[in-house]
């Protein structure tokens, strides 16, 4: 019997590990990105209210490879759509296994989260917040969805966030999706708070990261773009004028292992 048990354990770690390989060292939620595996989709946060089911939550997101249907069986319940109704504080203190960030396509991404509750929701996932330079190498490629966007461009003009990975021509060169639009994704970086809207560096991509506070502060990097913000919008869309105590309506994530 042990021999049996044994052999069975050897088969599914053996899938497992083949499973892995095969998706370039990465779970089945994230791509390769170099050295990083950054998750496909921008960031759905989830919880139970059971706390019998918490550890069988956190397995789902840290195993990476969670289906809604899945968390739909176990009574977990999405936050940040269409309100700030997270179960812990803003500040992040008490969100340890309380909040959980999975990256599963055919959802409204979560909104409304500060950059303290969305560390801790990575974190809890067996994740990071992913840091500005490594946004950047992920989003390269993302092709610039003009004036006049099509229902497969980057959500950048519309009435709000689409569900993750919507829009087929909205994906990097590294296979990541929606880095452009739809919600801006908090990045671990921490800057002066920034005061003033300059110059883009390329394409005319929204850039807020001049100037720097006396009296208030820090900010975090917001890095993409949103759903109403139109063509500046970007793959160099950064801005360092947010608290990161702040959480709203354009305002997600995405992590990263």
Same mark, same amino acid.
């Given at each position: ?16 590990? #083949? ?65 700030? /109704?997270?179960? @812990? ?64 461009? @980057?959500?950048?003009? #519309? ?10 021509? @909205?994906? #990097?060169?590294?296979?990541?999706? /929606? ?9 671990? /970086? ?6 003033? @809207? ?17 009296? #208030? ?41």
């Amino acid at each position: 019997m042990i021999a049996l048990l044994l052999g069975a354990f050897g088969l599914l770690l053996g899938l497992a590990v #083949s499973e892995v390989q095969a998706n370039g060292g990465c779970l089945a939620d994230a791509v390769q990105v170099g050295p990083v595996c950054v998750d496909k989709f921008k960031a759905s946060v989830w919880s139970v209210s059971d706390p019998t089911k918490v550890a069988a939550l956190k397995a789902l997101a840290q195993g990476g490879k969670a289906t809604l249907a899945e968390l739909t069986v176990l009574g977990a319940t999405q936050h940040g759509v269409p309100a700030d /109704d997270y179960p @812990c504080s803003h500040n992040g203190n008490d969100c340890k296994d309380k909040i959980f960030a999975f990256s599963i396509p055919g959802v409204t991404p979560s909104a409304r989260i500060t950059w303290f509750q969305a560390q801790q929701a990575a974190a809890n996932s067996g994740k990071r917040l992913l840091s500005n330079a490594e946004w950047q190498m992920a989003a390269a490629g993302t092709p610039d969805p003009g004036a006049s966007p099509g229902s497969q461009d @980057c959500n950048i003009k #519309s009435s709000g966030p689409d569900l993750t990975g919507a829009h087929a021509k @909205c994906v #990097s060169s590294w296979g990541v999706f /929606d880095m452009v639009g739809n919600l801006w994704e908090w990045v671990a /970086d921490w800057v002066p708070l920034s005061t003033t @809207c300059t110059t883009p560096l390329f394409a005319g991509d929204f850039n807020c990261l001049a100037g720097a506070s006396t009296t #208030s502060g820090p900010g975090a990097l917001l890095r993409g773009g949103d759903w109403r913000i139109g063509t500046v919008a970007g793959v160099f869309a950064v801005r360092g004028n947010v608290l990161p105590s702040h959480g709203t309506d354009v305002i997600g994530f995405r992590a990263a292992r």
